[in-house]
């Protein structure tokens, strides 16, 4: 469930990329993640690199870094965290507990544009030793040398580029006019209006909830067919009234219903289910009909 850019990285870097399985719940296991290790030892690999994620893009699945990070530090692996969208909600102390093992990490990632109120595009790394990346792109040309050299953060041996963008101003433009509080009652406003869609859709014996609900996402689908909830997201799409976008894991394909905007209160919640209810009746109608 490692999100299409680790992918892309592989594709730049030139290495072999292992995709591994997850559990019931969408988790990827410290012991699967070992099993995998010792596979490609005995092909003769050298697995260097591991991605957790907290919140997958798919399920907002969270793996269990305790498990993952041991394995990562005995294999001498760099453990690097994918936590795009659900990071954002790590200002809130009651979501924390996902974390546990964050310790063990060696870099973390998350995208203020994408839960903190912030303009597109602001992502964030974390590192917690950046001596390697330093040393990867230090290229020092006379021409590139000055009197501060070594006394400031140079942020031109972190990147590929010399030049980057003041990102953090737009970021800390937000921290400075909603505050802690402020952004922590935005992150639980979506989530309780996620368990509020949650609720709805178990309240619906049609319908069936994929993964678990933690944050603002809630997977769901009609209980089916692929093809069946295909159908009816396009109904639900082509109709123009509310927008879902599909996922597939392990062979399920299920809808996302995202809480994200700014303006989102339990009214939408409720306006969306209905679009959704009339959406089911309409595509269930047409398939007993072809039946």
């Known amino acids: 469930q490692a999100h299409s850019s680790v992918e892309r990285a592989g594709l730049i870097a030139g290495i072999k990329l292992r995709q591994l399985e997850v559990d ?5 296991r410290g012991d699967t993640l070992a099993e995998a290790i010792r596979k490609d030892k005995e092909e003769g690999l050298i697995p260097f690199y591991a991605v957790a994620a907290l919140g997958t893009t798919g399920s907002c699945a969270f793996d269990p ?3 993952i990070g041991i394995v990562a530090k005995r294999e001498d692996m760099w453990l690097h965290v994918d936590a795009a969208y659900a990071g954002s909600a790590f200002i809130c102390p009651e979501f924390r507990y996902l974390m546990k093992g964050i310790e063990m990490v060696d870099s973390f990632n998350f995208s203020p544009h994408k839960w903190m109120l912030t303009n597109y595009d602001c992502s964030v790394l974390w590192l917690q030793d950046p001596t390697y990346f330093q040393n990867a792109f230090n290229v020092d040309p006379e021409f590139l040398k000055h009197e501060m050299q070594g006394l ?8 590929i580029p010399l030049g980057r963008r003041f990102r953090s101003l737009k970021l800390w433009f937000v921290l400075r006019l909603y505050g802690v509080g402020n952004l922590q009652k935005y992150i639980r406003s979506h989530v309780a209006q996620a368990h509020e869609f949650e609720a709805l859709v178990l309240s619906d014996p049609r319908f069936e909830i994929i993964g678990e609900v933690v944050m603002g996402l809630v997977c769901f689908r009609l209980k089916g067919s692929n093809e069946l909830n295909k159908a009816f997201i396009k109904k639900i799409n082509g109709a123009g009234n509310i927008y879902l976008i599909p996922a597939k ?3 399920t394909y299920f809808l996302r219903f995202a809480v994200c905007s700014r303006f989102s209160v339990m009214k939408d919640i409720q306006y969306s289910w209905k679009e959704i209810e009339l959406r089911a009746n309409e595509v269930l109608e047409e398939q007993s009909i072809l039946k």
């Open 24 to 28: 019931e719940k969408y988790k990827l």
């Open 65 to 67: 870094l305790d498990e």
């Open 152 to 159: 400031v953060t140079d942020y031109r041996h972190w990147q």
């Open 249 to 251: 894991v392990k062979y």
